[in-house]
């Protein structure tokens, strides 16, 4: 080899910098084959995920499709839209706070370490703390509790116990920075934590809008719900607010594309079948990972809801 020859290792690809319960990784092929046949014909799409979460879907997009110039996220989760603020922003501020309890982290043994994460899961659940140390403990305690998973309870306290992992990683430098100079490579906006409907307020007017939604999953039965992500419930009333929202983003002519479970009504109907009867709807097989018990950890069908 020349001497003069430069080996580059593969850059870091952008993606998910959040453990996420129903997160779409591993779906993501299935609904890039639903997208619009002429996707990548459209000029200066503004793509919206208002129920962005770990933000797979998002990252995927913004990565294969050079026809998307703007993005709009939303999330109720006011501690993962300071993430996505600061990622996209002030990424060395949370870098380095991140660092800081990294550094906390691996100085004590590994017993300890259990003892290390209650103290910052208390700190976390404590009145006062900065908005941007709020953001790195909410980072820290996805990756090291247990399952990664984002649970909170009756009071809003974040409960999710200790993960016990060896070697999780706290401060992915390079992970934050690729995120950073995706989401840098778009206009994005990032609205503050709250009601999804507002992202109607930034729809293009004179581009093409494409709304990706990925809410709370209807339960497939009475015993499967997970309700503890918020204090706010996404029952069957709000999945039925949701779809009269489609309705007025489809008579804005946006188009629409809704993950969801494949639910069934107590007479075993589809439930999503007869709510959007006059939508196109088809069935993916999804891994789930996120439960505890190995033995139900299992492919399952969910929809995916269009408009076209």
């Not at 950073?180 to 709250?194: A, Y």
């Not at 307020?201 to 939604?213: D, I, M």
Request: net charge neutral.
């Amino acid at each position: 080899m020349p001497q003069n020859t430069v080996v580059k290792k593969k850059d870091i690809v952008a993606k998910p910098f959040v453990k996420w319960a129903g997160g779409k990784g591993n779906l993501l092929q299935k609904l890039e084959a639903l997208l619009p046949t002429d996707f990548d014909d459209l000029e200066n799409v503004t793509y919206i995920e208002p129920f962005v979460g770990g933000g797979a879907m998002l990252f995927h997009m913004l990565q294969h499709h050079k026809c998307i110039t703007r993005a709009v996220i939303n999330d109720i989760n006011p501690d993962l839209i300071r993430c996505y603020q600061l990622i996209a922003n002030d990424s060395q501020t949370l870098i380095e706070r991140l660092k800081n309890i990294e550094n906390n982290y691996y100085s004590v043994d590994f017993p300890a370490r259990k003892e290390l994460f209650y103290a910052y899961r208390d700190q976390y659940n404590s009145v006062g703390i900065h908005a941007d140390e709020r953001a790195a403990l909410f980072i820290f305690l996805n990756h090291t509790c247990f399952n990664g998973l984002y649970r909170v309870n009756a009071a809003g306290k974040f409960n999710v116990p200790y993960g016990r992992y060896k070697k999780p990683v706290i401060c992915n430098e390079k992970l934050i920075m690729a995120d950073h100079r995706l989401l840098n490579s778009i206009e994005l906006v990032i609205r503050q934590p709250g009601d999804y409907k507002l992202v109607r307020q930034n729809l293009s007017r004179n581009h093409p809008n494409f709304v990706y939604f990925d809410p709370p999953y209807r339960p497939l039965n009475a015993t499967s719900s997970f309700k503890e992500y918020s204090n706010n419930p996404f029952e069957d009333r709000q999945q039925e607010e949701l779809k009269h929202f489609c309705d007025r983003l489809s008579a804005q002519n946006c188009l629409i594309m809704q993950s969801n479970s494949d639910s069934k009504t107590e007479n075993g109907e589809s439930y999503f079948d007869a709510l959007y009867d006059e939508y196109d709807i088809q069935r993916v097989l999804a891994s789930r990972f996120i439960n505890a018990d190995p033995e139900k950890r299992k492919k399952l069908t969910e929809v995916v809801i269009r408009n076209y």
